[in-house]
T-cell receptor, first 111, second 111 residues
Framework: AQRVTQPEKLLSVFKGAPVELKCNYSYSGSPELFWYVQYSRQRLQLLLR??SRESIKGFTADLNKGETSFHLKKPFAQEEDSAMYYCALKGDTGANSKLTFGKGITLSVRP | KAGVTQTPRYLIKTRGQQVTLSCSPISGHRSVSWYQQTPGQGLQFLFE???????NKGNFPGRFSGRQFSNSRSEMNVSTLELGDSALYLCASSLRGETAFFGQGTRLTVV
């Protein structure tokens, strides 16, 4: 079975501070990892996926297979980053190819 | 390109009734997935359809069912509604099951 754990429910930082949203996963095969974001009153949308290895809105995430982690980082938080963030995993075979989400974390960036 | 469209946006039903939710995917997308979002459980996978066939199913009772039509539009049905079925139901589409694009959701309230 696949599982995604986001250990914190809320992270509150000041503008300009670094941000790290933690995500750990459990999966025996080769997973694909994603971060999704939901801004207030907007739909859930993809922020980034590990295979793209790109930086979106200043956010990056590196897949660490040894630690089974996919933490989301940004060096300098902006107020517009305030949102709900979900880490998600997609398995590589059959019944595991569904998207499994963590419980999400609320990021609040204060001015 | 139009996004994923879900109708209706809001529904109020009585316990014991049944309900049908609709999802129109992005044009050209053949995969449609459904999720239930609640404050306590977060986002939980219901099922995925690809080219009119159910490709994957989550751990929900048989009261939850779905189907996909030849134009890739999908419907989800919940029979014998219970209070605990109150949730935001999200639909997501993708070309073949990779990156998911989400709709705004249908807010179902069971009274």
């Amino acid at each position: 079975a696949q599982r995604v754990t986001q250990p914190e429910k809320l992270l509150s930082v000041f503008k300009g501070a670094p941000v790290e949203l933690k995500c750990n996963y459990s999966y025996s095969g080769s997973p694909e990892l994603f971060w999704y974001v939901q801004y207030s009153r907007q739909r859930l949308q993809l922020l980034l996926r590990h295979i793209s290895r790109e930086s979106i809105k200043g956010f990056t995430a590196d897949l660490n297979k040894g630690e089974t982690s996919f933490h989301l980082k940004k060096p300098f938080a902006q107020e517009e980053d305030s949102a709900m963030y979900y880490c998600a995993l997609k398995g590589d075979t059959g019944a595991n190819s569904k998207l499994t989400f963590g419980k999400g974390i609320t990021l609040s960036v204060r001015p | 390109k139009a996004g994923v469209t879900q109708t209706p946006r809001y529904l109020i039903k009585t316990r014991g009734q049944q309900v049908t939710l609709s999802c129109s995917p992005i044009s050209g997308h053949r995969s449609v997935s459904w999720y239930q979002q609640t404050p306590g459980q977060g986002l939980q996978f219901l099922f995925e359809y690809f080219s009119e066939t159910q490709r994957n199913k989550g751990n929900f009772p048989g009261r939850f069912s779905g189907r996909q039509f030849s134009n890739s539009r999908s419907e989800m049905n919940v029979s014998t509604l219970e209070l605990g079925d109150s949730a935001l139901y999200l639909c997501a589409s993708s070309l073949r099951g990779e990156t998911a694009f989400f709709g705004q959701g249908t807010r179902l309230t069971v009274v």
